[in-house]
């Protein structure tokens, strides 16, 4: 069985301002009549902007009892179901980011963890406790990429993105390519942006994101 190298990744991160689609047609990913789950037709504008939901209209008329997931391009609807030929008339109006691939990346990593928090208590019978129990807690997630500096502004592909980002405040989504087939995404915010100057060596940047939300673990199509 062949493995993953490195070679086979990529990262795609999303543009700091977002564009306004009205329009957009919604496929169902239901499987039964009564249908909840919708996500964008479109691929290419499946990431949104946190700051505006978008506004959904089902037959033409508006419709406000839905959630949204931004880094998907999803929408549930949390009441009644939608018929089958209701799914077939759900548009929306979205703010969505153009998401890019990442150049001068040749690293990243991902730590993903699960807080356990510690709930033994004394035994209820004449034995003692001797094993520990926990009970899982809040998931978070962290994300290291490696970066070369190139040249300067001049060099093709080449912007201070997230030393940007801190200074603005701005989120990020972040697309983390295991190959062709899979990958994680999120949003995040930038909790670090480090260089490192060798006299004798290429001039790196290592960049900190924390993950600000859910990840979804997906296919790439």
Known sequence: MAA???????VKYTAATYSTAAGEAF???????????FRITDATKRHWTRTLPPVVLVNSTAHTDFTY?????????????????????????????????????RT???DIDNTMHD?????????DQQWRTFQAGLQGA???L????????????YTPEFFDRINTEQDVIVELHLGSTYKLEAYAQVAGDGYQVPRDGLQEESVTLTVDGPMYYATTE
């Open 27 to 37: 496929t169902s990913l239901s499987a039964t009549t009564d249908r909840t789950e």
């Open 119 to 127: 709930v033994t208590s004394f035994s209820t019978t004449s034995g």
């Open 69 to 105: 997931n931004p880094v998907q391009g999803k929408l549930t609807f949390t009441g009644t179901p939608l018929t089958t030929a209701e799914s077939a008339l759900v548009t929306a109006t979205v703010y969505w980011v153009t998401a890019s691939y990442l150049p001068w990346t």
């Open 4 to 10: 993953l190298t490195g070679k086979a990744a990529k």
């Open 146 to 157: 490696g970066r070369i500096v190139p040249e300067g502004p001049g060099t093709t592909g």
């Open 142 to 144: 962290t994300i290291d």
């Open 108 to 110: 990243w990593a991902a």
